[in-house]
């Protein structure tokens, strides 16, 4: 295992996270219909990734560092980030709920090949749970399912 990619990944995660707490400081505290303002999303997502990169962090110095080289995985990193790009191009346009499934399947499938249906049933519960708990829990806003699929 190659701890001091892990090292520097958790530090850059956690600036990013960090960024995004402070940027979500100037995205207006409530939008229109919504009891939940556009900045709460951001902010908490930048505080959990800050906190789970620190525990990054400290795992990383917490073990004893191998002397081998460990060879990086572009094709999953390659994979994974093109899953995301396409994520974020197509969120408004097949929605929150279908968008967050495939590319959560995709991911799972990406890093542990097999076990499909664990993770059709994972991504699926996920990504209607967190639309369910944002949208009608919280009265956020979110584009949950597209106008042509005729549900709503």
Not at 20 to 29: C, D, L
Request: include cysteine; hydrophobic fraction near 50%.
């Amino acid at each position: 295992m190659n701890f001091s990619f892990d090292r520097y990944a958790g530090i850059v995660f956690c600036a990013i996270g960090i960024a995004f707490m402070i940027g979500s400081r100037s995205i207006t505290a409530s939008s229109y219909g919504s009891n939940v303002g556009a900045n709460i999303f951001p902010m908490f997502l930048g505080g959990f990734l800050s906190l789970m990169s620190v525990r990054l962090i400290y795992e990383t110095f917490r073990k004893q560092q191998h002397k081998s080289k460990s060879n990086l995985d572009y094709k999953r990193f390659g994979i994974i980030f093109t899953a995301a790009v396409l994520y974020a191009f197509f969120l408004e346009d097949i929605g929150f709920v279908i968008s967050t499934f495939l590319f959560l399947l995709i991911g799972f499938q990406t890093m542990e090949r097999g076990k499909v249906w664990k993770s059709v049933l994972i991504a699926a519960c996920f990504s209607y749970g967190v639309y369910y708990l944002f949208v009608n829990v919280l009265d956020g806003s979110l584009p949950g399912f597209p106008a042509w699929l005729g549900i709503s």
